[in-house]
């Protein structure tokens, strides 16, 4: 009796021996709403880009950039680009956000747009970036493309103002 007892508790220990991993899950956002238009999908893009920036979060960012995209601080000289900054493809960008735009922690970056072009699968936005008390009064450019389906940013162009 005391040997079937002894292995009860050995079998009993076995099985309960085993404990279940949790792993943890990722936070995860919530699903992207289907844009109505071209023109919601262009501002929803925005949006998110100012958002992705507030959250510092270089995954969402990476997912809305063109692999080909380019960034252009004009320096205020538009008319010169002799002197512009340029930031040439997605890991030039997500590199400039690390090392230019998180730095001062923005809380809150708001596109004001002043106008939207949209001609086939391209779109040019002009817009004033309010990024915490800063504002852009000349805008800044961005434009867009629409590839596999979706919208993408290809370009943004700021410090336009002289």
């Given at each position: ?23 943890p ?22 949006r ?47 590199d ?17 747009i002043?106008?939207?072009?949209i ?44």
């Open positions: 009796m005391l040997l079937s007892g002894v292995l009860a508790i050995l079998l009993l220990g076995s099985c309960g021996g085993r404990q279940a991993t949790v792993t899950s990722q936070p995860q956002r919530p699903p992207t709403p289907v844009p109505a238009n071209d023109e919601e999908a262009i501002v929803g893009l925005l998110a880009e100012g958002e992705a920036v507030v959250a510092q979060d270089m995954d969402r960012l990476a997912e809305l950039w063109a692999e080909d995209a380019i960034v252009r601080d004009a320096k205020h000289t538009p008319e010169d680009t002799s002197d512009d900054a340029l930031w040439r493809g997605i890991d030039a960008i997500m400039r956000y690390v090392v230019l735009v998180f730095p001062g922690n923005p809380q809150l970056v708001e596109p004001e002043v106008s939207i072009d001609e086939g699968d391209k779109a040019t936005v002009v817009s004033t970036t309010r990024i915490g008390e800063e504002v852009s009064p000349g805008g800044d450019t961005w434009t867009f493309v629409r590839r596999d389906g979706r919208w993408w940013i290809a370009s943004l162009t700021y410090n336009l103002e002289p």
